[in-house]
């Protein structure tokens, strides 16, 4: 079927006109944007960034002294001091002011040492710098860690990863407002019955309503993502040391998953408001689109599913092949007949 571009233009400013004349749906096309961009990142961030002491400026000056070495040695039940350590294993033991390379340590406590490499079981390390040392059921107090974040940073992340859903839901959210109108409420409004009267086919009058608020709907979150970021990083940077936004999972979150999700939920609530004949229950069954993007998204924060840049990728392309088939599911079921003798 040929898409003639110029009429679903002509659709698409007719339904501008009438958004721009109802203020609900010009208060949800901003305000909501505003609040998940400005006041969210205020509420979930500050708290935390505000309890850190800064980021670490480099690993701490111990000023050894080591006045001999051991290499491939088992020592148990000793007290080790300025010593330099290569490949040994110790257990039970107290050290301090040592070297500590590729060494296997259990059950010990380790003070003001320099440790590269080597695994930690059950031990207690407080003022040592450790670079690359895998750490098991050990506490490190007052340390540096090389290459591996702090508890601060580990938090300020993973609130990150749950600010991303709420930029997600701002074009899931709102189309489920603004759908509902074009027809349920040109319907109630009487201006619907004109339009289905006009020489457009069924697919250039569902494709031009979808582009008239899909349009609004990502602009306005492309829009307010920038003053997000500049949020986040004022906030966050005196903690972290650096900017955090925006990462390669943000942009692929918001400038390729946001616009497919928004799709997805522009056509169901299209295809629900064709179906109903009240406002109310077109918003009430077109939020239902929303709860899959919540639990999957609950589902990469929790871990089960890499948060990764190449996983929302993989499912924004998911998500434009269901709107494909939407998009063909509301052409077949769209009858603009049924719309124009049934409704009362």
Do not use: H
Not at 53 to 58: C, D, I, L, V
Not at 79 to 100: E, F, G
Not at 187 to 203: F, G, M, Y
Request: proline share 5%.
């Amino acid at each position: 079927m040929i898409l003639r571009w110029d009429r679903v233009g002509i659709i698409v400013q007719k339904e501008f006109s009438e958004f721009r004349r109802n203020k609900y749906i010009l208060y949800s096309l901003v305000l909501m944007p505003i609040i998940f961009a400005t006041v969210l990142p205020a509420i979930y961030l500050i708290p935390v960034s505000s309890m850190s002491e800064g980021p670490a400026n480099g690993p701490l000056d111990l000023d050894l002294n080591l006045s001999s070495s051991m290499q491939g040695e088992y020592l148990s039940d000793v007290v080790l001091s300025n010593i330099s350590l290569v490949d040994c294993t110790v257990q039970n033991a107290i050290i301090s002011n040592c070297r500590l390379e590729n060494c296997t340590v259990e059950g010990s406590l380790v003070e003001g040492s320099d440790i590269i490499g080597g695994g930690f079981t059950d031990s207690f390390v407080q003022q040592s710098n450790l670079d690359g040392t895998d750490l098991v059921g050990t506490t490190v107090q007052d340390s540096f860690l090389a290459g591996q974040p702090s508890d601060t940073e580990t938090a300020i992340l993973l609130l990150l990863n749950i600010l991303l859903i709420f930029f997600i839901l701002i074009p899931t959210v709102i189309p489920t407002v603004v759908a509902s109108y074009t027809i349920v409420g040109e319907k109630i409004n009487r201006s619907l019955e004109p339009l289905l009267a006009t020489p457009t086919t069924d697919l250039e009058l569902l494709v031009g309503k979808a582009a008239s608020i899909f349009i609004p709907c990502v602009l306005v979150t492309w829009a307010v993502f920038l003053p997000f970021v500049i949020i986040v990083n004022t906030i966050t940077e005196p903690a972290l040391g650096y900017s955090p936004m925006p990462d390669a999972i943000w942009i692929a979150g918001v400038f390729l998953l946001s616009p497919m999700v928004c799709g997805m939920s522009i056509l169901s609530n299209v295809i629900i408001s064709s179906r109903v004949t009240d406002v109310r229950s077109a918003q009430q069954l077109g939020s239902l689109v929303v709860l899959p993007i919540v639990a999957l998204f609950l589902i990469m924060a929790m871990g089960l599913i890499p948060l990764t840049a190449l996983n929302i990728v993989f499912l924004a392309l998911v998500v434009l092949i269901i709107d494909l088939a939407m998009l063909n599911l509301a052409r077949r079921t769209f009858r603009r007949e049924e719309i124009l003798v049934n409704w009362k």
